[in-house]
């Protein structure tokens, strides 16, 4: 404990004049009163304070001191003529970058049955193989709808996209140009009575719409008739999506039936 000598030593040596403690301190000495009373608010009169307000403010100068002038210099994009001010410039609107759509993946091949084409997905992106499970699974559709169960194969197969490089576009919408305007070439070769879109790559980029068309017959600009089906992976993964397929089936098979007689 500190005695109070001691106390306004310390007090003194750190400039501190007035204090009042937050408790009572052992040997202190008692505390003067008039400390204790509030301070009164200072109240300045108000005609002196007009006399502040009114008062012009005048900058006081140095004799010594050069008074400097600024003087407003052009920024590097502006001209003599035509500039604005900083502060009444335009701002350019914010253009948000999108990012690029990724061009779509996928393999179809073109064949011929009777007079039908037949658009169809390869599941593996290769060439169908007489032994491929999906190749035995198409000729047994095809027997099914009264059609050769030996089809031709039409051409290369349309692998998209066409370039692994390059800054041409391959999105979505070059694809599906890209595959109508294929076909429409080979309808004019030879052309049939009804077109099978097999997979949802063709029943997307042939035939412009999505899974939920599956099993229904469309009217495509430039292709005709065609007929959209689940792919062949799809149906030998999911095997009781057969029984729509038939059913759609029965209903189209006089389209090609007709033809054959």
Known sequence: MLI????RAYLSAMQVVNWLPRTELPFAAP????LLEPLEPLVVAPSALAVVVDAPVEPVVK???RVKIEVPRPSQGSTRTGAKPVAEAEVAPVVAKVAPVPPPRFALQLLRAGRCLLLVELPTGETFQTRDPAYLLLKDMLRAAGLPDSPQIVGEPVRWPLLVRGS?????EAARD???GFLSVRLEEAPCVCLWLVGLPAVRFAGEANAESFNRELQVEGLGCVWALPGL???M???QRKAEVWQAMRRLMARWKESNE
């Open 178 to 180: 890209f595959v109508q």
């Open 4 to 7: 109070e000598s001691r106390r």
């Open 63 to 65: 004799p010594t001191e």
């Open 233 to 235: 992976e799809l149906l």
């Open 31 to 34: 505390s003067r009163p008039e």
């Open 237 to 239: 993964e999911e095997p």
């Open 168 to 172: 041409m576009d391959q999105g979505p």
